[in-house]
């Protein structure tokens, strides 16, 4: 492209990448450049890192801007700009350097995010860019909302997000101290409410030092699976049936395994912390509030399975635990806890953090690998399988963080010990995200079998003493469940035997003022905005869900009303069937449930 760069544009890319050293890498063409060509290293895995960067600085990527980025990674323009149109959080046309994100997905949608965002459209919108957004990972603390600044040093905190008001908003983008909002968005006595105490033992004030870390038996799980060596740490992780906490429920151990059995090299290990799914934000207060834990998790990931990189996907709408973590991973490699010799092992691992940039199907692991990779996060076809053809084509292990964290509890309690906690098909605990109509939303910690009602008790019950109308269980990829099902166990066997979900841990309590239709409708264009688009039974199934469930309750349905519904299963177990990834398998789940449960959309139950 012909279009050049500003100064303030060169300077962010090159923040990155560094200056460039000759012609071939973005800088003027020498003498010795005319008669020498050299082969650019290939660095288009910084391409989201660079885009970040340009977004941040600027409050928007301009086609200078884009051109600069692609002459220095050489990547095709056509290419970076597939990538950068891709993401929600990335603009390719010119906005205003304040963006006001509003959520309005489902626990603020209840709790008041629709008159929020009107108001801030009213009072605030000639000044900033105000637009709905789906869910911020704040739902304990809805109505929630972001401040996205552009043009902040590098070290700041460029969003902020908690209990929201239109004056709190003004005060955000008004005000130059963004360190002291940053402060502000952390308020103890809101951001969780914990019961249990092992994954969730250093409770609101978890340390950030790494010295006050190790001095509450932090890397003491490291320094016993450096002893044991890595296959008796494989072994210990599948004796204590370990299943994976992000809602596939695949063994960890057996994971492991896979990987550290492949004599192709490199291996890399990844920690999945893109937490997108409405509803869920347990990953986050563990990396806002434990980051050297999820650090420390990793880190034995990789001396396990044999790799020596690491990558650290965080949801880019999750700046306090990039913050957070960033400062975790240099304080490790000040203590050799990282880096060529790992706590005297010598085994080399080190920690790559990178940030997503708004797009929920990035969750999928695959899709997960192409966005690391530079590319569009778009899924893969699978198999090959992440553990044989994963990240660079190379054996793979990704494991969300809760997943992550418990391999902790594993090393440090003994195998054993951990699998007799919960039950014999779900050990450990598990990390419950209470939200909704509920007395006291939080992240709570329970073992594996305690019931439904129990979960929703120990948060108070539903606010102000209401009736129970519905829960949603496993975020808006899973289903809706009664009033008759407070006594459904949580657990793997459970859930699957009873037709229920535990997903990512969602448990969204709604009272009997609920409008469920609403929700439904929500839901449908959630998964509508986040398709990927790239196969054709989410891309096009997703749309038709949501037109069908508007004619259901505008009254035009296609031929009779039960037609209708019938039009609505077909789309479903199309998109359950054919779709490529687990968006499209479960963008109906809900909706369905909600038919099922409650004969939603039939005549005489649409409220």
Known sequence: ?????????????????????TGWDGGDRSASDLRVSRAPEDQRTLLLPVLHALQARIGWISEGGLNYACERLQVPPAEAYGVATFYAMFSVKERPTTVVHVCDDLACRVNGARELLDGCRAELGGEVYVVASPCLGLCERAPAALVQKAGLDRDDVPMFGRYASVEWIGNAIRDRAVREFHSLTLPADVVTRVEGTRL?????????D???YRADGGYDALARAIKVGPDA?????????????????????????AVADQETSPKYVICNADESEPGTFKDRVIMERDPFAVVEAITIAGFATGAEKGYLYVRGEYPNATSALSHALRQARAARLLGPDVMGSGHAFDIELRRGAGAYICGEETALFNSIEGKRGEPRNKPPFPVTHGLFGKPTAINNVE??????????MGPEAYAALGTEGSTGTRLFCLSGHVE??????????????????????????????????GGAAGGFVGPDRLDARLTFEDAREGGYTLGSGVIMVFDDSTDLVDICLRIARFFRDESCGQCVPCR?????????LHRLVEGRTLGSRADELALLGDVAAVMSDASICGLGQTAA???????????????GAMS
């Open 1 to 21: 492209m012909t279009a050049d760069p500003s100064a303030e544009e060169r300077a962010a890319v090159d923040e990155v990448l560094g200056p460039p050293e």
């Open 200 to 208: 969730l033992r250093r409770g609101s004030s978890a340390s950030h």
């Open 210 to 212: 790494l010295e006050d």
């Open 233 to 257: 740490t494989i072994k210990e992780v599948t004796d204590a049936k370990l299943l994976g906490r992000g809602g596939a429920a695949f063994p960890t151990g057996v994971k492991w395994r």
């Open 403 to 412: 997943t992550l964290i418990n391999v902790l509890q594993v090393l440090t």
């Open 440 to 473: 006291r939303p939080g992240l709570y910690e329970h073992e594996h079998g305690v019931t439904l009602g129990q979960a929703i008790d120990a948060a108070g019950g539903v606010r102000s003493g209401k009736p129970l109308k519905a829960v949603l269980l």
């Open 540 to 548: 096009v199934g997703t749309v038709r869900q949501e037109e069908a």
């Open 589 to 603: 789940s809900a909706v369905q449930s909600a038919i099922a449960t409650f004969g939603l959309f039939e005549e």
